[in-house]
């Protein structure tokens, strides 16, 4: 069998992915382990000892997966209570909303008048009035907090993410103070120090934007990079650019092994100081996993250099990914991870398909093999951008040829003025002022082409089963010369299949008659996609924050238009906007400028500020129809299925502590035997103008997030719901109160909220429904 580290890779990589699915006791596993070893004994000699053998393999990385699962924060026991912790400061901090995050290390914990050794990587969040550098030793009171898992379906696992960068918890503290400055510590002296120097020389060398992108392109830090130019490069598809992947640290290798065969240094001695060298700077740029494999197949290059043995870039890619695996399973969760080696088996596995297609196509011989990389890459990973990024760039793969040259020159330059900097930094401002003008071209060149409308698109995720169908097909493609007999003796029976799996799928559709309503998590606010049996949407709300200058956080592009791409939205039949408040409305405008909307509605009343202007303004511009709906108005979506308004009435509510809230859009949805009451953020006034009406429903969207000031006990008795769902956040207005939350549970109606939950989906046939939360 050939590739066997191949087979093994792909063993253990599905044995941690089963693992993760089924989540297996441990016992089981060890067991399985044992059976397959007595089988191994038995079948020793026989040829099928290698099939038992990758299924050993298998159920391995089940056992390694599971056991790192296992592991818990030391922290666990004490979250969400107030202690006291002693850190070390690993870095110079990110700054966030509010606040600065540090990696950490702890050292001590103090709690219940105790003290307990724990020494544990985590992510320190300070919102107190000091900011630290790394190597500080810190003494912090707050609480430790966990990682939220996901907040929307489709999203990836934040705590699964930042398990698999050994960071298993987060501290919050606003009182912290310094205890001491580790100038001595050699960990960060070692690690950090030569990196801020960089950084040093970098920063005070050229403007900002240009230093931003040298900083990432060769320390690997993009927290500086402008907001337009990480778009800019998503939409062109070169963010691997803006990060030290396994292609910058192969140039760099490269670059240090020209100079040091030019410092005629024997072979042998030539890749122990590159090696050496390359990995105190994968260590300093802190390891990402993709520098770590790209680190590890250059030294499997030295050593088969070094004995003569021929390279083979399959199993060096296998050998780094088992290797990578065993230290840390937790890998197969870290986008990092799984991108770059995507990008390596599609070179392994698709280049030469590619080139062979190509090849006597007259162009010269290196924009040829440039295109054939290109083309392989995005052949194979394109399923996995879509699903990270629902984003596919048409023009990547011609920009490569370009870029990518051009980002090796900056980094060839940006290193030579580091190294003179370091010396003498006034004569280094020469250096890097080529390097200003071939940054400058490239950021202008790359915001050009993303501006054009054959940059890209915006896909939503697909479903699994096309991306496998995808894969497999790719893999009979590869493999076509060991399966064509085989496809040729069981045509009928493939074809058979083929069929009958794709009229299962349009039977599916066909046959669907479930309305799925899904409240998505947008923080504090609200946002509400319905779906039709039929496949149209409407959304209700778009989210949004009150939040303005340094602190604002733009939620609709960073929370609701990711959310409904990743819910597989690609255009959006209706959208209501219950009122003009910023937590409801300000979302929405991301949406105008993203999807393609056929109808927008507005309530009837006389409340307009610059954001509802906005929006109409986006919704006419591009096509959409605008009406304005009041109480008994209705809008039909399908057969049985419609809105009945009930709010804003006739005579507007006036006088109350907020009119905007009170003559907010009120909806009751109905689906055959199924009802909801969509509420806005109607308060105790609008609700008591709507008790003379028929407001029972089987669900309720709670009106205003649960505030104290809605949620009447006459209210919620007239809605009588079976379920009830609040979309709430992090807040200071105490969202959810007691008393909403007690009147709910009084008429025995099941609560979910988006602050515990994540997002709810209701799922309903008219008849029946079930209910599904993120966490």
Known sequence: ???????????????????????????IILISIFLILFLLFLYRKNKGRIIIFILLIFFAGMAEYTWHASFESKFAMHENKEVEIEALILDNGTPKIGSVVYNAETRYLFADEKVYNYKERILFKNYGKFTYKAGDIVKARGQAVGFITKRNFGDQDYNLYNRSRRIYNQFLSRDNELIKKSANNFKIIFLYGLRNKIAGVINSSMPKAEAAFLNAVILGDKQWIDEGDLINFQKTGLSHLLSVSGLHVAFIALMLNKLFKTLKLSSKANGLITCVLIIYYVMMIGAPPSAVRALIMMIVVTIGKNLNKEYDLLA???????????????????????????????????????????????????????????????????????????????????????????????????????IIGMIFLEVSLYVFAMNYYLISFLLKFIEIVSSTSFSGFYIPILPMYLDIIYYLLLLLYVNKANVSFYLRKWKLQIS????????????????????????????QGDSILITTPRGKSILIDGGGSGAKGS?????????????????????????????????????????????????????????????????????????????????????????????????????????????????????KLFYEDFTML????????????????????????????????????????????????????????????NEALENIREVASIIYRTDENGAIKIISNGRKLSVRSVR
């Open 551 to 667: 602190y604002y956080y733009d939620v609709g592009s960073k929370v609701t238009v990711p959310a409904l791409r990743k819910l597989g939205v690609w255009n959006l039949d209706t959208v209501i906007l219950s009122h003009n408040h910023d937590d409801h409305l300000e979302g929405l405008l991301k949406v105008a400028e993203k999807f393609k909307i056929k109808n927008v509605i507005l309530p009837k009343v006389p409340y307009v500020d610059e954001n509802l202007q906005t929006l109409i303004r986006l919704s006419r511009e591009k096509g959409s129809k605008l009406f304005y709906v009041k109480e008994n108005d209705k809008i039909v979506f399908e057969e049985n299925i419609y809105l009945k308004f009930l709010s804003p009435s006739q005579n507007i509510i006036s006088g109350t502590s907020s009119d905007e809230n009170n003559n907010s859009i009120v909806a």
């Open 678 to 737: 969509l509420t806005g953020d109607i308060q105790k006034e609008g609700e008591n103008v709507l008790l003379d009406k028929d407001v029972s429903a089987i669900v309720l969207k709670v009106p205003h997030h649960g505030s104290s000031s809605s949620s009447t006990k006459e209210f919620i008795e007239a809605v009588s719901p079976k379920i009830s769902l609040i979309s709430v956040g992090q807040n200071t207005y105490g969202h959810p109160s």
């Open 496 to 523: 058979m299949t083929a069929v009958l799996l794709i009229m299962m799928v349009c039977l599916k559709y066909i046959t669907n008659d479930d309305i799925r309503i899904v409240l998505l998590d947008v923080g």
């Open 1 to 27: 069998m050939d590739n066997i580290l191949c087979y093994m890779a792909a063993s253990i990589i599905l044995g941690m992915l089963f693992a993760y699915v089924i989540k297996p006791a441990m016992a």
């Open 316 to 418: 060096s890619v296998s050998f780094s990914a088992i290797l990578m695996l065993i230290f840390n399973p937790l890998l197969i969760h870290n986008q990092g991870f799984i991108i770059s080696y995507s990008c390596i088996y599609s070179i392994a596995y698709l280049y030469e398909p590619v080139y062979e297609k190509i090849k006597n196509v007259p162009i010269p011989a290196f924009i040829r093999k440039s295109i054939s990389l290109s083309i392989a890459i995005q052949i194979g990973i394109s399923p996995i951008l879509i699903y990270y990024f629902q984003y596919f760039s048409i023009v990547n793969i011609l920009l490569n040829i370009v870029a990518i040259p051009f980002t090796f020159a900056i980094i060839a330059i940006g290193f030579l003025g580091v």
